[in-house]
C-alpha cells in the first residue's frame, strides 16, 4: 500500500492538481491577477504561496484555498463547495503521523523516492468559514479509518497526477488547453524525434521530451488592446468581467509559461530566447482600448521581454510585491534545475511591444541525462501576437450610466 509518507506526498500532489484545473475552468488568470482577486475575496494569497500550492509543495490551510477558488472562478459556488470537500478529505490524509525516515525507491523497479515532508502529528489548517469545532484535531479513530479507503486511491492518484499536463504537452485534449480555459501547450521539438529512437547526434535527446511546458496569456488588471472595428461593436463583443472581445490583440502582452520535469530525475533549464517568425506593417483601421486603474501599484515581473530590439532581449527582473513596493525575491537568470515535484512557473511581461505587428515564439533549452533538447511555445502553431497601433484612435473603457462605455481620449 506505500508508506505514510507516500500517502502524505499523493495527497498534496492531488490537491495541487485540483486546484490547476480549478485555475483552469476559471480561464487560467495569471497568479498576479489572482493575488488580488483573493484580497477582494477576504483572504490575500499571495503570488509566491500560490506557486507553491499549485505544485504541490504547500498544502494551504482552508481560507487560502475557498479564497483561490473564489478568485479564480469568479465564486462559482459548484466549484468552492468541491473545494472545501476535497480540502477536508485530503486534511484527513495529512493529519496521520509520518515516518522520520523517507523510504528509499527500487531503482530497478523504476518507482519514485519520495521524502515524507510532513511532520508527526501534523494538524489539519483551520477552516474559519465552518462550523465550531472544526479547529480541533481530527480524532485519530476517524484519521485510521479514512486511510482504509484512502490508501488504495492514493497509489491511483498518483499516476494521474504526476504529470499535472497529461502525457506529452503538445497534445490539445490532455493539456487542458480549450480555447474557454485560455492555455496553450507548448510544442516540444524533442517529442519529435526519428521513430527509430536514432539520431545522429549522439548529444541530442529523442523520443518524449523529459519535461512538460504549457504557456498561457497572463491577464492584467490594467489591459490594453488593439480591436479591428468601432467602439460600438467592441462594446457589443465584450467578454464576461468587462474582458477584451475575443478577437482583441493585448499590447505588452504577458506569457505564464509552468515547465515541470515527468519524473525524480532533475532537468537543468539553460537558457529562453524568442523568435520573430512574422512581421507586418502596424494597423491602419480599428481602436486602442484601456481599461483598469493603471499605473498605481508596482508590477511584479520575473523576465522583461522587448520585442523591438533585434534580435529580441529577455531579461531577468526581481519579483516585487505589488502592494508594498519592496523586492521579494532578487532577479534569478538562468539555468533553472526542475523535476516533477520541483517546477517552475516564468512569468514573460512584454515591456515594448515590436514596431508594427509581428508574431513570435518562445523557445526553451534544457539539458537532461547529459542530452540536450529545446521545447518550443507556438500557440498552437499561430505564434504569440504583438501589435503596436500608435495611430489609431485611443478610449478607456469605464462604467457609465447605462453600463460599460467608451470614453475616447483615454
Known sequence: MGSVGDRHETARQEFAAWLREVRIRGGQPSLRQLEG?????????????????????????INQAVAFAKAATRNDKEVVDDTRKKWHSTALVLNSPAPAVPIASDPAQGTIASAARTPPSEPAPSDADGPQGRNRLLPRTVVLASLATAGAAALVAWLVTAD????DAASPARAGSSSSAGAVPAQTAAA???????????????????IAVQASSASSMCASAWFDGSAKQYLAQLQPGGAPPRTAVRLKPSIQVTVQGRTQQSVLLTGMHINITARHPGPATGIVVSSGQCGGGVTERHFDVDLSATPPTLTAEPAVDAYTGQTTSPAVDFPYKISLTDPEVFELDVTRDCAGDCTFTVTLDWVAD???????????????????PVSRPHYRLQPGVNGMELRQGG
Open 192 to 210: 519529435a524525434g526519428s521513430s527509430s529512437g536514432t539520431s545522429a547526434d549522439p548529444g541530442t535527446w529523442t523520443g518524449q521530451a523529459p
Open 37 to 61: 482577486e483573493t484580497e477582494a475575496w477576504g483572504h490575500r494569497v499571495s503570488k509566491s504561496t500560490m506557486q507553491e500550492m499549485l505544485s504541490g509543495k504547500r498544502f494551504p490551510n
Open 370 to 388: 547529459g542530452k540536450k533538447g529545446t521545447s518550443v511555445l507556438d500557440n498552437q502553431g499561430r505564434g504569440f501576437r504583438s501589435v503596436d
Open 164 to 167: 499535472p499536463f497529461g502525457g
